[in-house]
Protein backbone atom coordinates (compact mmCIF):
# COMPACT_ATOMS: atom_id res chain seq x y z
CA UNK A 1 0.00 0.00 0.00
CA UNK A 2 1.30 3.38 -0.92
CA UNK A 3 0.53 6.81 1.08
CA UNK A 4 0.61 10.20 -0.63
CA UNK A 5 1.34 12.35 2.61
CA UNK A 6 0.32 15.38 1.34
CA UNK A 7 -1.02 16.77 5.08
CA UNK A 8 2.72 17.77 6.52
CA UNK A 9 1.39 16.48 9.93
CA UNK A 10 0.35 12.93 8.88
CA UNK A 11 3.53 13.08 7.21
CA UNK A 12 5.09 13.57 10.25
CA UNK A 13 3.40 11.68 12.25
CA UNK A 14 4.18 8.48 9.90
CA UNK A 15 7.94 8.82 10.13
CA UNK A 16 8.17 8.92 13.99
CA UNK A 17 6.28 5.68 13.95
CA UNK A 18 8.50 2.84 15.07
CA UNK A 19 8.78 -1.00 14.24
CA UNK A 20 8.79 -3.30 17.51
CA UNK A 21 9.22 -6.16 17.99
CA UNK A 22 8.77 -8.28 21.58
CA UNK A 23 10.19 -11.70 22.19
CA UNK A 24 8.58 -13.56 25.33
CA UNK A 25 10.72 -15.06 27.87
CA UNK A 26 11.22 -19.07 26.82
CA UNK A 27 11.12 -17.78 23.00
CA UNK A 28 13.73 -16.63 20.30
CA UNK A 29 13.37 -15.76 17.31
CA UNK A 30 15.32 -14.18 14.39
CA UNK A 31 14.30 -11.34 11.91
CA UNK A 32 15.73 -9.38 8.87
CA UNK A 33 15.80 -5.36 8.69
CA UNK A 34 15.04 -3.33 6.08
CA UNK A 35 18.47 -3.52 3.75
CA UNK A 36 19.56 -6.98 5.10
CA UNK A 37 20.73 -6.70 8.17
CA UNK A 38 20.04 -10.19 10.24
CA UNK A 39 19.40 -10.10 13.64
CA UNK A 40 19.12 -13.27 16.05
CA UNK A 41 17.17 -12.41 19.22
CA UNK A 42 17.51 -14.13 22.80
CA UNK A 43 14.29 -14.42 24.72
CA UNK A 44 13.27 -11.69 26.84
CA UNK A 45 14.28 -8.93 24.02
CA UNK A 46 12.64 -6.17 22.71
CA UNK A 47 14.16 -4.17 19.26
CA UNK A 48 12.92 -1.18 17.65
CA UNK A 49 13.49 1.20 14.85
CA UNK A 50 11.74 3.69 13.10
CA UNK A 51 9.17 3.06 10.05
CA UNK A 52 11.87 4.76 7.58
CA UNK A 53 15.03 3.09 8.97
CA UNK A 54 17.50 2.99 6.21
CA UNK A 55 16.22 5.74 4.07
CA UNK A 56 18.72 8.69 6.07
CA UNK A 57 20.08 6.28 8.59
CA UNK A 58 20.34 2.87 10.29
CA UNK A 59 19.10 3.04 13.69
CA UNK A 60 17.90 0.68 16.48
CA UNK A 61 17.47 0.13 19.62
CA UNK A 62 17.46 -2.64 21.88
CA UNK A 63 16.43 -3.92 25.29
CA UNK A 64 17.71 -7.71 25.99
CA UNK A 65 20.35 -10.06 24.40
CA UNK A 66 20.79 -9.90 20.11
CA UNK A 67 23.40 -11.01 17.51
CA UNK A 68 23.45 -9.02 14.47
CA UNK A 69 24.77 -9.37 11.18
CA UNK A 70 25.17 -5.73 9.84
CA UNK A 71 25.21 -5.30 6.06
CA UNK A 72 28.21 -3.65 4.58
CA UNK A 73 27.50 0.35 3.93
CA UNK A 74 30.17 3.13 4.22
CA UNK A 75 27.67 5.56 3.72
CA UNK A 76 24.90 4.57 6.28
CA UNK A 77 26.56 3.28 9.53
CA UNK A 78 24.72 1.22 11.69
CA UNK A 79 24.12 2.32 15.22
CA UNK A 80 23.00 0.78 17.96
CA UNK A 81 21.43 2.30 21.32
CA UNK A 82 20.51 0.34 24.40
CA UNK A 83 19.77 2.45 27.73
CA UNK A 84 23.69 2.52 28.60
CA UNK A 85 25.36 2.46 25.68
CA UNK A 86 26.03 2.60 22.23
CA UNK A 87 27.49 0.75 19.42
CA UNK A 88 28.31 2.38 15.50
CA UNK A 89 29.06 -0.01 13.03
CA UNK A 90 29.73 -0.34 9.15
CA UNK A 91 30.07 -3.72 8.62
CA UNK A 92 30.35 -6.46 11.36
CA UNK A 93 28.89 -8.97 13.28
CA UNK A 94 28.42 -8.24 17.13
CA UNK A 95 26.61 -9.47 20.22
CA UNK A 96 25.00 -7.19 22.48
CA UNK A 97 23.57 -8.49 26.12
CA UNK A 98 21.75 -5.25 27.66
CA UNK A 99 18.98 -6.74 30.27
CA UNK A 100 17.18 -3.96 32.11
CA UNK A 101 17.48 -6.50 35.21
CA UNK A 102 20.88 -7.04 35.01
CA UNK A 103 23.75 -5.05 36.46
CA UNK A 104 26.20 -4.75 33.52
CA UNK A 105 26.15 -4.92 29.51
CA UNK A 106 27.95 -6.89 27.45
CA UNK A 107 29.08 -6.42 23.76
CA UNK A 108 31.20 -9.25 22.36
CA UNK A 109 32.70 -8.68 18.90
CA UNK A 110 32.93 -11.12 16.31
CA UNK A 111 34.10 -9.90 13.06
CA UNK A 112 35.13 -6.34 11.78
CA UNK A 113 35.26 -3.39 13.72
CA UNK A 114 32.72 -0.97 16.15
CA UNK A 115 33.12 1.98 18.16
CA UNK A 116 31.45 1.73 21.41
CA UNK A 117 30.37 4.29 23.37
CA UNK A 118 28.52 4.79 26.86
CA UNK A 119 25.92 7.25 27.94
CA UNK A 120 26.40 7.83 31.55
CA UNK A 121 27.72 10.83 33.09
CA UNK A 122 30.87 10.76 31.41
CA UNK A 123 31.04 9.00 27.61
CA UNK A 124 33.95 6.81 26.93
CA UNK A 125 34.56 5.56 23.63
CA UNK A 126 36.42 2.41 22.56
CA UNK A 127 36.98 0.97 19.40
CA UNK A 128 36.47 -2.72 19.48
CA UNK A 129 38.80 -5.39 17.54
CA UNK A 130 37.22 -9.28 16.92
CA UNK A 131 37.09 -11.59 20.07
CA UNK A 132 37.05 -7.94 22.03
CA UNK A 133 34.31 -8.38 24.74
CA UNK A 134 33.32 -5.04 26.47
CA UNK A 135 31.86 -5.14 30.00
CA UNK A 136 30.31 -2.03 31.19
CA UNK A 137 28.85 -1.65 34.84
CA UNK A 138 25.95 0.03 35.49
CA UNK A 139 26.74 0.88 38.98
CA UNK A 140 30.36 1.81 38.45
CA UNK A 141 29.77 3.81 35.22
CA UNK A 142 32.80 1.76 33.90
CA UNK A 143 33.87 -0.26 31.12
CA UNK A 144 36.07 -3.13 31.26
CA UNK A 145 37.85 -4.95 27.95
CA UNK A 146 38.60 -8.74 27.63
CA UNK A 147 40.35 -9.54 24.79
CA UNK A 148 40.47 -13.08 22.96
CA UNK A 149 37.70 -14.33 24.12
CA UNK A 150 35.73 -17.81 22.71
CA UNK A 151 33.02 -16.04 20.62
CA UNK A 152 31.20 -20.14 20.38
CA UNK A 153 30.62 -19.67 24.21
CA UNK A 154 29.52 -15.54 23.63
CA UNK A 155 26.86 -16.73 20.79
CA UNK A 156 26.11 -20.34 22.15
CA UNK A 157 22.55 -19.02 22.91
CA UNK A 158 21.60 -18.89 19.70
CA UNK A 159 21.74 -22.73 19.41
CA UNK A 160 19.61 -23.30 22.73
CA UNK A 161 22.51 -23.20 24.84
CA UNK A 162 23.21 -21.78 28.81
CA UNK A 163 26.96 -20.46 29.50
CA UNK A 164 27.96 -19.30 32.52
CA UNK A 165 30.97 -17.19 33.44
CA UNK A 166 31.18 -16.73 37.34
CA UNK A 167 27.72 -15.51 37.36
CA UNK A 168 25.81 -14.98 40.63
CA UNK A 169 23.09 -17.12 41.99
CA UNK A 170 20.89 -14.79 41.23
CA UNK A 171 21.97 -13.91 37.97
CA UNK A 172 21.52 -17.44 36.85
CA UNK A 173 18.09 -17.62 38.12
CA UNK A 174 17.21 -14.66 35.80
CA UNK A 175 18.53 -16.20 32.22
CA UNK A 176 16.88 -19.18 33.21
CA UNK A 177 13.62 -17.48 34.15
CA UNK A 178 13.79 -15.73 30.42
CA UNK A 179 15.10 -19.14 29.32
CA UNK A 180 12.46 -21.19 30.02
CA UNK A 181 9.49 -18.76 30.42
CA UNK A 182 8.90 -19.54 34.11
CA UNK A 183 8.56 -17.33 37.71
CA UNK A 184 11.84 -18.51 39.99
CA UNK A 185 11.90 -17.53 44.00
CA UNK A 186 14.83 -17.64 45.64
CA UNK A 187 13.22 -18.30 49.44
CA UNK A 188 16.18 -18.23 51.61
CA UNK A 189 19.47 -16.67 49.94
CA UNK A 190 22.77 -19.02 50.94
CA UNK A 191 25.42 -16.31 51.69
CA UNK A 192 28.30 -18.25 50.76
CA UNK A 193 26.73 -19.78 47.54
CA UNK A 194 29.49 -17.69 45.46
CA UNK A 195 29.74 -17.69 41.53
CA UNK A 196 28.60 -20.35 39.03
CA UNK A 197 30.75 -21.12 35.83
CA UNK A 198 29.10 -24.02 33.56
CA UNK A 199 27.35 -24.48 30.52
CA UNK A 200 24.06 -26.88 29.38
CA UNK A 201 21.54 -27.48 27.20
CA UNK A 202 18.01 -28.24 28.77
CA UNK A 203 14.44 -28.09 27.08
CA UNK A 204 12.50 -28.07 30.25
CA UNK A 205 13.50 -25.78 33.23
CA UNK A 206 13.53 -28.88 35.55
CA UNK A 207 16.68 -30.57 33.84
CA UNK A 208 18.55 -27.23 34.26
CA UNK A 209 17.65 -26.86 37.95
CA UNK A 210 18.69 -30.50 38.38
CA UNK A 211 21.94 -29.83 36.93
CA UNK A 212 22.31 -26.83 39.87
CA UNK A 213 21.23 -29.41 42.44
CA UNK A 214 24.00 -31.37 41.81
CA UNK A 215 26.15 -28.49 42.75
CA UNK A 216 24.31 -26.35 45.11
CA UNK A 217 22.45 -28.15 48.38
CA UNK A 218 18.34 -26.63 47.67
CA UNK A 219 15.20 -28.27 46.65
CA UNK A 220 12.67 -26.49 44.88
CA UNK A 221 8.79 -26.94 44.29
CA UNK A 222 7.29 -26.26 40.90
CA UNK A 223 3.44 -24.75 40.71
CA UNK A 224 1.80 -23.60 37.19
CA UNK A 225 5.00 -22.12 36.32
CA UNK A 226 6.17 -20.61 39.64
CA UNK A 227 9.30 -22.38 41.28
CA UNK A 228 10.41 -21.83 44.74
CA UNK A 229 13.72 -22.46 46.04
CA UNK A 230 14.74 -23.24 49.43
CA UNK A 231 18.70 -23.47 50.41
CA UNK A 232 19.20 -26.02 52.82
CA UNK A 233 20.97 -25.51 56.18
Not at 64 to 86: C, Q, R, S, W
Not at 128 to 136: A, L, N, Q, T
Not at 193 to 199: A, C, D, E, K, V
Request: aromatic fraction near 10%.
Amino acid sequence: QVENYKDSRRLNEYVHQEEIMNVESGARTNITLPGGTRVALNAGTTISYSVNYGLKNREVNLSGEAFFEVVKKPDKPFKLNTEYVGVEVLGTEFNVNAYADMDWVETTLINGSVKLTTKGATPQSIIMSPKDKVVYSKAADKLSIVSGVSTRQEIAWMEGYLVFRSIAFGDVIKKLEKRYGVEIEIMNQDDNIGTFTGSFKEDYVNGALKILQDIYNFTYTDHEGRICIYFKN
